[in-house]
């Protein structure tokens, strides 16, 4: 189950480079053209709408593209952290944490330069083996799972150290200050060194 | 949260995370009977040993005498599930310890109990038990238990408590004064359990003064009347002529005030 999840953490992690991919290169869905062409004309006749729309249509075209590749994202996060709750359960206990520091900053740096590889691969093919690659090292240095997309959810990146000395990646919505009465009892296990906090 | 954690078969293996839930995984025994460890005894069907102050005593776990995160174990990976050496649950204050037996793990086939029910194979589950066999109690630093051989492995050094005499120690005790071998017995004939007994009479025997033992000696010659006597020395030719001998450096034979009859007591509990 955990590598179902994991997978999903990872396209998602790596989907907004596609979307920088996407707006640099001008991909977008034109072979749509055709189809909404046909609807247009059954569906609707003529009116001032879809003449607007025809005279418009490469402008709407890449605006529409790029906000149903965003959608998609969006979307993807919302099935991965429906995924959550079916990974194995943990818990922090009180008083057991001896540091907290946030690890949001940590993360942008590399995330930056994906968004740069995404913005220099010359097309599709190499952007997809680039990316591969990238998404087979995550998945097996079971590092980091950073999807900034989390953000939007509220959800917040911290390395936590216990007081056996063990530090690990807790992902939280509770904003994290003194490790005082830090206590988690819902969390879930992506990998031994990631935890996501269900709470909130 | 209460964590089910399984220890593997090895030196160097850490514990590792099996389940972690909110629901009690095993139940908690009934503690109200306990006696303090001691080898003679023998406890009843509902008693437990206990040893207080346990953590000073220092038979180390790796797991109850540090603060317990579940976050630090690892996740059991399919492959690990056959060389479990004992299952550890930890509910609140209590560490609830389970040495797995090759029976638990089964590779049967097996169906669930449901109105459509499907064959599986080749999928092993591993059933836990209910008994016990050890319980540590952070809350008062107290180990509870009903055999030292069980857990032996779950706590290094702890067999100490319950040791086997050495060849050495064998050899020692068999050539006390009062003690003389017939020919079929040598002191590698010596079984496991009289080894265990032997320990324990050279540790008597160490604590009596000479007087006290010649006691002890005239005591036994009363009761064991079985075995042979060659002057002041007891003849060894069997393992039951040795136990014997055993029982009575231990003192556990006595008659009853009404009515006499001699007695062994079984199992010895200071009063």
Same mark, same amino acid.
């Given at each position: 189950m955990s590598y179902i999840f994991r997978l999903f953490l990872i396209i998602n992690s790596l989907s907004l480079s596609f979307l920088i991919f996407a707006i640099d290169k001008k991909v977008t869905l034109e072979w749509m053209e055709p189809i909404f062409c046909n609807i247009c004309s059954f569906a609707v006749g003529k009116n001032i709408l879809t003449e607007f729309i025809g005279n418009n249509f490469y402008i709407m075209l890449n605006i529409s593209s790029y906000l149903f590749y965003f959608t998609c994202i969006i979307l993807l996060s919302i099935v991965s952290v429906y995924f959550i709750k079916f990974l194995s359960s943990d818990s922090i206990e009180q008083d057991t944490l001896t540091n907290i520091e946030p690890a949001n900053d940590a993360f942008l740096p590399s995330y930056l330069g994906y968004f740069f590889v995404a913005l220099s691969v010359p097309d599709i093919e190499i952007f997809f083996v680039v990316f591969g690659i990238i998404a087979i090292f995550i998945f097996y240095s079971r590092i980091s799972y950073f999807n900034p997309i989390f953000f939007i959810f509220g959800f917040k990146f911290f390395y936590v150290i216990n007081s056996n000395n063990v530090k690990v990646l807790l992902i939280t919505k509770k904003e994290l200050k003194t490790t005082k009465s830090a206590k988690f009892d819902q969390l879930k296990r992506i990998t031994n060194y990631t935890f996501i906090d269900t709470e909130g | 949260m209460n964590y089910l954690l399984a220890?593997?078969?090895?030196?160097?293996?850490?514990?590792?995370? $099996?389940?972690?839930?909110?629901?009690?995984?095993?139940?908690?025994? %009934?503690?109200?009977?306990?006696?303090?460890?001691?080898?003679?005894?023998?406890?009843?069907?509902?008693?437990?040993?206990?040893?207080?102050?346990?953590?000073?005593?220092?038979?180390?776990?790796?797991?109850?005498?540090?603060?317990? #995160?579940?976050?630090?174990?690892?996740?059991?990976?399919?492959?690990?599930?056959? %060389?479990?050496?004992?299952?550890?649950?930890?509910?609140? #204050?209590?560490?609830?310890?389970?040495?797995?037996?090759?029976?638990?793990?089964?590779?049967?086939?097996?169906?669930?109990? @449901?109105?459509?029910? @499907?064959?599986? @194979? #080749?999928?092993?589950?591993?059933?836990?038990?209910?008994?016990?066999?050890? /319980?540590?109690?952070?809350?008062?630093?107290?180990?509870?238990?009903?055999?030292? $051989?069980?857990?032996?492995?779950?706590?290094?050094?702890?067999?100490?408590?319950?040791?086997?005499?050495?060849?050495?120690?064998?050899?020692?005790?068999?050539?006390?004064?009062?003690?003389?071998?017939?020919?079929?017995?040598?002191?590698?004939?010596?079984?496991?359990?009289?080894?265990?007994?032997?320990?324990?009479?050279?540790? @008597?025997?160490?604590?009596?003064?000479?007087?006290?033992?010649?006691?002890?000696?005239?005591?036994?010659?009363?009761?064991?009347?079985? /075995?042979?006597?060659?002057?002041?020395?007891?003849?060894?030719?069997?393992?039951?002529?040795?136990?014997? $001998?055993?029982?009575?450096?231990?003192?556990?034979?006595?008659?009853?005030?009404?009515?006499?009859?001699?007695?062994?007591?079984?199992?010895?509990?200071?009063?």
């Open positions: - | 220890k593997l078969t090895g030196r160097t293996s850490e514990f590792l995370k $099996v389940i972690a839930t909110t629901s009690n995984i095993l139940a908690t025994p %009934d503690l109200t009977n306990v006696q303090n460890y001691s080898p003679e005894y023998k406890l009843e069907d509902d008693e437990w040993f206990k040893l207080d102050d346990f953590l000073a005593k220092d038979y180390t776990n790796g797991l109850i005498e540090n603060t317990f #995160n579940g976050t630090t174990f690892n996740q059991i990976t399919t492959d690990k599930y056959k %060389d479990i050496k004992y299952l550890c649950c930890k509910q609140n #204050n209590l560490y609830l310890f389970q040495k797995m037996s090759t029976n638990q793990f089964l590779s049967k086939k097996w169906f669930k109990v @449901t109105d459509s029910p @499907t064959l599986q @194979t #080749n999928k092993p589950i591993i059933v836990i038990n209910e008994w016990i066999d050890a /319980v540590y109690d952070k809350g008062n630093d107290t180990l509870y238990f009903k055999d030292v $051989v069980k857990i032996k492995q779950m706590f290094k050094g702890i067999e100490a408590l319950y040791r086997t005499a050495t060849q050495t120690e064998v050899n020692a005790f068999l050539s006390t004064s009062f003690i003389s071998l017939s020919s079929g017995f040598t002191s590698n004939d010596v079984k496991a359990a009289n080894r265990k007994r032997i320990a324990m009479a050279l540790d @008597t025997l160490n604590s009596f003064s000479p007087s006290e033992v010649l006691q002890v000696v005239n005591y036994t010659k009363s009761y064991c009347t079985s /075995v042979p006597i060659n002057g002041n020395m007891f003849v060894i030719e069997t393992e039951e002529h040795l136990k014997l $001998v055993l029982y009575g450096i231990e003192q556990r034979y006595y008659t009853t005030s009404i009515k006499p009859e001699k007695r062994l007591a079984n199992s010895i509990l200071e009063i």
